[in-house]
């Protein structure tokens, strides 16, 4: 059965560091996502992509996060400066799109920012 | 703001019980409703999804949708141990792809052998 993948599964960095959250979605997905698990606490969204653009991203989504999709199979997350508040765990998600909205998270990445 | 509302437990229950989960949502235009299952440290794992006001079931899951009281439940038959996780609502406010879901906090399930 196919599944989102994610790459590294930890991550640990010094806050002001980079990083870079790697995601392979469904292969077939047109629609991908991430969202973000802050310990013992909800499930929140950060953005969506659809056609190399973002269509829908919420606050927490600043300027200090961008994503891309670099290659056919590959889906990032870039966090430029980290903070200590950006440790938590991160899922990516993809959907088939059009009148398939389901989303499919993948095992998600842990990054604890110290 | 668009929340979603679910009781955070534990909610204990026996083997072989029915157990009960609960959610409400804020946005009465809200279109899709999904039932995730979330293991300790694991990612959200799909259950079921629900469109239309009324029950869908699959297997020893039943989804229950009412839109006029912005409702929605998800109701377990013969839960057994493997079912002790918490369980996740969310609620999409369109039904389209490439929108957020909303999640609520989740509902600890336990069953006890």
């Known amino acids: 059965e196919p599944e989102v993948t994610q790459t590294p599964s930890h991550q640990v960095t010094q806050m002001g560091q980079e990083v870079i959250l790697r995601c392979v979605p469904i292969s077939n997905h047109l629609y991908f996502y991430w969202y973000r698990q802050i310990l013992g606490q909800k499930v929140e969204f950060l953005v969506s992509?659809?056609?190399?653009?973002?269509?829908?991203k919420s606050e927490i989504f600043d300027d200090q996060f961008s994503v891309e999709r670099p290659d056919g199979s590959n889906f990032t997350l870039k966090i430029r400066s980290t903070k200590l508040e950006d440790s938590a765990m991160y899922f990516c998600?993809?959907?088939?799109?059009?009148?398939?909205?389901?989303?499919?998270f993948g095992p998600g990445t842990r990054l604890l920012v110290l | 703001q668009k929340e979603v509302e679910q009781n955070s437990g534990p909610l204990s229950v026996p083997e072989g019980a029915i157990a009960s989960l609960n959610c409400t949502y804020s946005d009465r235009v809200s279109q899709s409703f999904f039932w995730y299952r979330q293991y300790s440290g694991k990612s959200p794992e799909l259950i079921m999804s629900i469109y239309s006001n009324g029950d869908k079931e699959d297997g020893r899951f039943t989804a229950q949708l009412n839109k006029a009281s912005q409702y929605v439940s998800l109701l377990i038959r013969d839960s057994q141990p493997s079912d002790s996780a918490t369980y996740l609502c969310a609620v999409n406010i369109f039904r389209q792809a490439g929108t957020a879901l909303i999640f609520g906090k989740g509902t600890t399930l336990s069953v006890s052998s």
């Open positions: 998600a993809s959907s088939e799109g059009l009148a398939g909205e389901t989303q499919y």
């Open positions: 992509f659809y056609n190399n653009e973002i269509s829908e």
